[in-house]
């Protein structure tokens, strides 16, 4: 059965740098998130991408978070100068149209020092 | 606002009997309605949907009923097994053309006992 893959699972950062969190949608979708989890809260949207650009941000998605699909397989979520609130599962999904099921992947426990 | 470290509902039942998990969703203009299951260190799993033209559908040994007068949805787990334990989330798509962002619940952890 076809699923979202992430990787890294865990990425260590100090507080500054730039990370890049990577995931692999369902090979025939076309549309794509980013969610993220603070530990013991609610799962929050933060973008979805579609055509080759953002269709939607949450307010949590501010001008250090970028998004792009740098080739016809990966979707990446690039945070540049990472801050200790950053700290997060994040999730990355797919769907095969706008108003279908996001299947989501295993996550990115981002853990910023 | 949420205060940090959300506490979760529990709801702990014995393996075999039937569970049932409840979510107020929020908005009226919602369409679309999900339920998640997410075990831990896991990403969501896609459990069951419903769409707002219906009040009940059924899966496998699941079944969600939608009650949009009062913005209720349920989740309800028959002859439930340890490996369901796991926080459920719903969650909700609002209607008119938004490409998506999902609005997920508080969630509730289930506890299966064997």
């Known amino acids: 059965e076809p699923e979202v893959t992430q990787t890294p699972s865990h990425q260590v950062t100090q507080m500054g740098q730039e990370v890049i969190l990577r995931c692999v949608p369902i090979s025939n979708h076309l549309y794509f998130y980013w969610y993220r989890q603070i530990l013991g809260q609610k799962v929050e949207f933060l973008v979805s991408f579609y055509n080759n650009e953002i269709s939607e941000k949450s307010e949590i998605f501010d001008d250090q978070f970028s998004v792009e699909r740098p080739d016809g397989s990966n979707f990446t979520l690039k945070i540049r100068s990472t801050k200790l609130e950053d700290s997060a599962m994040y999730f990355c999904?797919?769907?095969?149209?706008?108003?279908?099921?996001?299947?989501f992947g295993p996550g990115t426990r981002l853990t910023v020092l | 606002g949420e205060s940090v470290g959300l506490h979760l509902p529990t709801l702990s039942v014995q393996e075999g009997d039937n569970s049932i998990i409840n979510c107020a969703y929020s908005?009226?203009?919602?369409?679309?309605f999900i339920w998640y299951k997410q075990e831990s260190g896991k990403g969501p799993q896609f459990i069951i949907d419903?769409?707002?033209?219906?009040d009940k559908r059924q899966g496998q040994r699941v079944t969600v009923l939608l009650n949009k007068t009062v913005k209720h949805l349920s989740l309800q787990i028959a002859a439930t097994q340890p490996g369901d334990s796991a926080v459920y989330f719903c969650?909700?798509?609002?209607?008119?053309?938004?490409?998506?962002?999902?609005?997920f619940g508080k969630g509730t952890k289930l506890s299966v006992k064997p």
């Open positions: 969650a909700e798509k609002v209607s008119g053309g938004s490409q998506g962002n999902l609005i």
């Open positions: 999904a797919s769907a095969a149209a706008s108003r279908d099921t996001q299947y």
């Open positions: 419903i769409r707002s033209n219906m």
């Open positions: 908005n009226s203009a919602s369409d679309y």
